[in-house]
């Protein structure tokens, strides 16, 4: 993984809706919790506009993050993070211990790459339709992409890639697949526009019609 994230943090005492609500007026923090890793859960506040900034970043999702907390590190993953219904603050943030030896389950983007240059879409006027974005992948820590790729440049007309077609980093598993066949959802496929397919089937039977006034 080519970036690292830092979280400062620190201890939360006060717990509950007044509580969390003095602590992004006064302190602009936000409650937040790490857990897992058989220890217990720790209750911490995190800078609200770090973690807003950091987030801009897609690979914040996908990466293993280090949280500072009183002078110790801990590894963890993003699991959940809670926004206010209607305004652009964030309201809470659930981190997950991970270590080395433990496989992770974490969510992650897919890259679409060369779409707008494969002969179905370039030379064919095909439209790329994508089903899903983001992938759950099963790894240890260390083998975690920070994304999968989708190389769209030998998808024919009408092609459905599936789950099953994605290729995928060494040791990394997509947790849907381990479900069974049924789990094989389509991921992406390349169509014409629906008004292209009928303007194609009238210009096909006016083609009959044309043949049959000449008999």
């Known amino acids: 993984m080519s970036q690292d994230f830092v979280i400062e943090a620190f201890p939360r005492d006060d717990q509950g809706r007044g509580a969390s609500r003095r602590l992004r007026r006064e302190e602009r923090k936000i409650p937040a ?18 973690l807003k900034k950091a987030l801009e970043n897609e690979a914040f999702f ?11 590190k801990e590894s963890v993953i993003l699991k959940d993070l809670q926004r206010h219904p209607y305004k652009p603050i964030l309201t ?29 879409i370039k030379l064919h006027g095909g439209v790329a339709n994508h089903q899903i974005n983001e992938v759950e992948v099963i790894c240890l820590p260390q083998n975690l992409p920070e994304f999968i790729e989708v190389d769209m440049a030998t998808v024919e007309m009408d092609q459905v890639v599936h789950l099953s077609d994605l290729k995928l980093p060494k040791d990394v598993k997509v947790a849907a697949l381990l479900q069974g066949e049924d789990h094989d959802l389509p991921v992406v496929a390349i169509h014409k526009p629906r008004g292209a397919k009928v303007d194609e089937a009238e210009e096909g039977e ?8 000449k008999e």
């Open 206 to 213: 006016e083609g009959e019609e044309s043949g049959e006034d």
């Open 33 to 50: 919790i790490i857990y897992g890793g058989n220890k217990e859960a720790t209750a911490i506040s995190i800078w609200h506009n770090e």
């Open 62 to 72: 996908s990466h293993i993050l280090t949280v500072e907390l009183n002078g110790k």
């Open 92 to 120: 809470h943030a659930d981190f997950l211990r991970v270590d080395k030896d433990h496989e992770i389950h974490v969510n992650v983007p897919l890259h679409f790459i060369n779409e707008e240059t494969a002969p179905a």
